[in-house]
């Protein structure tokens, strides 16, 4: 199934699945189980984070998985509490000895926290670090266009990839123009919306009739096609199957505006405006 997935290509040349794996909050051996079940299933990128405490088992995963390390891809996360340059540099090195990787696909900072106003320093330490050769590929998560103007002016460098917070409540139709704009690939974190999932609302339910599959595929489908690169997580091997069996069905126009009318003003699952929401 890995040979069928499409793929986005990167503005620095580099390509990622449509669709990713998202690994939090998978932990010990059921975490490196389900991880294996994922890889084995076809999904070829792994999204971790050094806040996600699951970096080890991400790379036993891989391990453990025989799968040849350049078949599969590898992101994580730089956290708030390692913005200094130094501190960024050492991050991205500890996270390759946990993973026990020799490098990493994509490396993304985690929220811009602002206040503290050191993400250009983590901006400048990826940046290095790609010219090292460690990291593929370089990103940012939760940055609003301002953040990303910032880090683009400092540097002269434009993130391959932002990750936000995009399902059918909030679709974000804003931070995707200005994504397209800059040439940004957008990844999708809760990309089902977690427990507050539009499962059982009339545009998904209506679609998944239509299409003869899950809402879950419904919106994930609708993700595709909105440009975005999903990263669904579950720990069940039919529902990983499900989540990635996405590439035979299209939805129509009319589907994709209704589901997209979903939207509340501010269908944010908790309060993580990046502008206020800081994590370390």
């Known amino acids: 199934m890995a040979a069928t997935i499409p793929r986005y290509s990167l503005n620095d040349g580099t390509r990622l699945p449509a669709i990713g794996f998202g690994t939090y909050p998978l932990r010990g051996d059921d975490g490196t189980a389900a991880m294996v079940s994922a890889i084995e299933t076809g999904y070829r990128l792994l ?3 050094v ?3 699951n970096e080890a088992e991400v790379g036993a995963a891989v391990r453990q998985s025989g799968i040849a390390r350049e078949d ?4 994580t996360k730089i956290p ?3 913005h200094e340059y130094d501190q960024a540099t050492r991050s991205v090195e500890d996270s390759l000895r946990t993973l026990g990787l020799d490098y990493l696909d994509l490396v993304l900072i985690h929220w811009p926290n602002p206040s503290v106003g050191k ?8 940046v290095d670090l790609r010219e090292r050769g460690l990291v593929r590929s370089i990103g940012v998560s939760n940055f609003t266009r301002a953040h990303l103007d910032d880090i683009i002016r400092d540097t002269g460098v434009t993130p391959a990839v932002n990750q936000i917070e995009l399902h059918p ?3 974000q139709a804003e931070m995707r123009a200005v994504h397209a704009d800059l040439g940004i690939q957008t990844e999708s974190w809760s990309p089902l919306g977690k427990r507050s999932a539009p499962f059982d609302q009339q545009p998904v339910t209506d679609a998944a009739a239509t299409h003869g599959v899950a809402p879950s595929q419904v919106i994930l489908r609708w993700q595709y096609q909105l440009g975005a690169l999903p990263l669904p997580k579950s720990a069940n091997p039919e529902r990983q199957r499900q989540n990635l069996d996405v590439f035979g069905f299209e939805l129509t126009e009319q589907e994709m505006t209704a589901i997209s009318g979903l939207a509340r003003p501010d269908g944010r699952l908790f309060g993580g405006d990046p502008n206020i929401h800081e994590e370390m």
């Open 47 to 49: 999204d971790t984070a």
């Open 51 to 53: 806040n996600y405490g």
């Open 72 to 75: 599969v891809q590898i992101a």
């Open 80 to 82: 708030g509490r390692h």
């Open 119 to 126: 993400y250009r320093e983590a901006w400048r330490a990826l």
């Open 169 to 171: 409540y909030f679709p």
